[in-house]
């Protein structure tokens, strides 16, 4: 949505409340986009670099909100993370990740001025599973060290990283958590299965999580997985422990999910668990 745009309400530096055209009220958040404007002016969108609406009723209530109890001087550095983002993965990202993201920052920073460390239970996976959110996650950490002086854990990239991967599918951070915890259940089944220990930095480990969280997507979306009838047979013949854990992995899944799994999904799971077992 670009402009015209009336001012309504200047609410600081980098955020107002404007009219569109078609009298719609919307939040305008942008570097310096409230910067010497005031009430009844038309922003001339054509001088601001990078500027966000905030049309959603519910976000606009929420982020006015958050704005109360956040530094001005944050909102910036925020708008700049969020232009950080889209510019990095050239993907347009739900309007939710303004009040998420930076609300789940600010937090993160007075916990750590609190002498607070929250840790991240699923940082390995996550990095497994989003490499491209948790490499632009990264430069976020480092955008606000050198922004604001604030060093913030590594744990935190992996959060960021859930945010950015939730602002790119629409999916709610509940939902993604969902998945990690599911994956992180599933290995350790196939490690007490096996009896084995799988390295979190191989690459049969980063082989394993991308494909159950593809699995899982496919459950998730109903699409269809081409079966090969005789490679089941020979497996389940040749690597019968491999093949019970499988099915052993996708009633756990659809258990949890409650969706169901192609029988094919067990040729693959068989295949790759094959990769790991002692040989």
Not at 113 to 124: A, E, I, M, Y
Request: charge should be negative; proline fraction near 3%; aromatic fraction near 6%.
């Amino acid at each position: 949505m670009r402009g015209p745009f009336e001012i309504k309400k200047v609410l600081n530096n980098n955020v107002v409340i404007a009219i569109t055209e078609q009298n719609e009220e919307v939040v305008l958040t942008g570097k310096g986009i409230g910067f010497n404007q005031k009430h009844g002016e038309k922003l001339d969108d054509t001088k601001v670099d990078k500027f966000f609406v905030l049309a959603n009723k519910n976000e606009q209530e929420q982020y006015k909100l958050l704005l109360s109890d956040v530094p001005e001087a944050f909102i910036g550095v925020m708008n700049d993370a969020i232009s950080l983002i889209e510019e990095n993965l050239g993907a347009d990202l739900d309007e939710h990740i303004h009040v998420a993201l930076t609300d789940h920052l600010s937090f993160a920073i007075k916990r750590l001025r609190q002498g607070l460390d929250v840790k991240n239970p699923f940082l390995v996976e996550t990095q497994t599973m989003y490499p491209k959110e948790y490499s632009v996650a990264e430069k976020v950490i480092q955008l606000l060290k050198s922004k604001l002086n604030i060093d913030l854990p590594e744990g935190e990239v992996g959060f960021v990283a859930l945010h950015i991967h939730s602002a790119i599918t629409n999916r709610s951070l509940s939902t993604l958590n969902k998945y990690s915890a599911l994956i992180n259940l599933l290995v350790s089944v196939i490690e007490d299965s096996l009896s084995l220990q799988i390295s979190r930095t191989g690459i049969d480990y980063l082989r394993l999580v991308r494909h159950l969280r593809h699995a899982i997507d496919r459950s998730e979306q109903d699409l269809p997985v081409e079966a090969h009838e005789r490679l089941e047979k020979v497996l389940k013949e040749e690597y019968p422990l491999c093949y019970n854990i499988a099915w052993k992995l996708i009633k756990i899944m659809q258990r949890e999910l409650n969706t169901s799994f192609p029988d094919a999904e067990a040729v693959y799971l068989t295949m790759h668990l094959q990769r790991l077992s002692p040989k």
